[in-house]
């Protein structure tokens, strides 16, 4: 008998779920759709997204161009280096060590020629431009503009696993250094670590100039973004989907929807009234606004 009611209440409350869902939906659909359709008359996505693929595009490729020569020096520069101990009392120490480097360089300009696979929100770097240009590329795909979008948020997407590889190979070259410096020390050759330095350091100033040429966006980007931040439809999506948003969101963040989800039914049906209840009220905030600056607008015509 208990079982029976408590399945009764869980039905309600999943009855209730979808009527909340339905009275949210109709109640913000028609602002937030009519900010939406007016904010992309003022921007051209189809011109954006052409832009912006070709200087990711671009981007990406110098990366991995300058990624495998430098891989290929830092490589070529260790082997010579072991390579003369062959002949001397540390040639078996020599030849572990030739084999080691032929097998970690390898993995690493392998992982240059595949696809990124996608990352972890925590295991990625956060470039403040590069994410809000993604999230606003997400927002611009998930409004229904053209196919062009999509693409270059693909592209986009692939340039920052790219950003990473790269992020990941300069931080095995700094500790491959350390490694080196502590073994060379033993051998009375450390002098030979002043050309590895020197490609280090290059490889490293030449990261911060492709960070640097993302950031200078050009007009009609620079253009869009600053449109975009200006309205409130975006500032909401870009707190819920931006990487920035994702690293410092607190655990039970009561406007979290998989926390809102964890909780058990009893709770979630009041959880969920109490969150329409302040969406509809925001929702009604939005349209007075709006009715006062139409009503200020005809009174100073």
Not at 238 to 245: G, I, M, T, Y
């Amino acid at each position: 008998m208990h079982t029976s009611a408590t399945r009764r209440n869980q039905i309600s409350l999943r009855k209730l779920f979808v009527l909340i869902i339905a009275l949210f939906s109709i109640a913000v659909t028609s602002h937030s759709q009519s900010a939406i359709d007016s904010l992309l008359a003022r921007i051209d996505p189809q011109k954006l997204s052409a832009i912006v693929e070709k200087k990711v595009c671009k981007l990406e490729n110098r990366i991995i161009a300058k990624s495998e020569k430098t891989l290929r020096q830092l490589e070529k520069q260790e082997k010579r280096i072991w390579e003369r101990q062959l002949e001397t009392k540390d040639s078996l120490l020599a030849k572990a060590k030739l084999a080691e480097i032929e097998t970690k360089y390898k993995s690493l300009q392998d992982q240059l020629k595949n696809p990124t696979s996608v990352l972890h929100n925590t295991a990625r770097q956060y470039i403040p431009h590069l994410d809000t240009l993604k999230t606003a590329f997400k927002f611009l795909d998930q409004n229904g503009t053209t196919k062009n979008i999509k693409d270059a948020l693909s592209r986009i997407e692939s340039f920052e696993g790219k950003m990473q590889q790269a992020e990941e190979i300069k931080k095995f070259i700094r500790e491959r250094r350390e490694q080196l410096k502590y073994q060379l020390e033993q051998l009375g050759l450390v002098k030979e670590l002043k050309k590895y330095n020197k490609e280090i350091f290059y490889y490293q100033e030449q990261l911060k100039e492709y960070k640097s040429i993302l950031n200078d966006s050009r007009k009609i980007e620079k253009k869009a973004i600053e449109l975009l931040s200006k309205t409130k439809v975006f500032q909401d999506f870009l707190k819920k989907n931006s990487l920035l948003a994702s690293l410092f969101r607190m655990p039970g963040d009561p406007t979290d929807p998989s926390y809102v989800a964890s909780l058990p039914d009893c709770k979630r049906g009041h959880k969920l009234i109490h969150l329409f209840k302040i969406r509809l009220l925001q929702a009604g905030q939005m349209h007075n606004r709006n009715f006062q600056q139409i009503f200020s607008r005809h009174n100073r015509s």
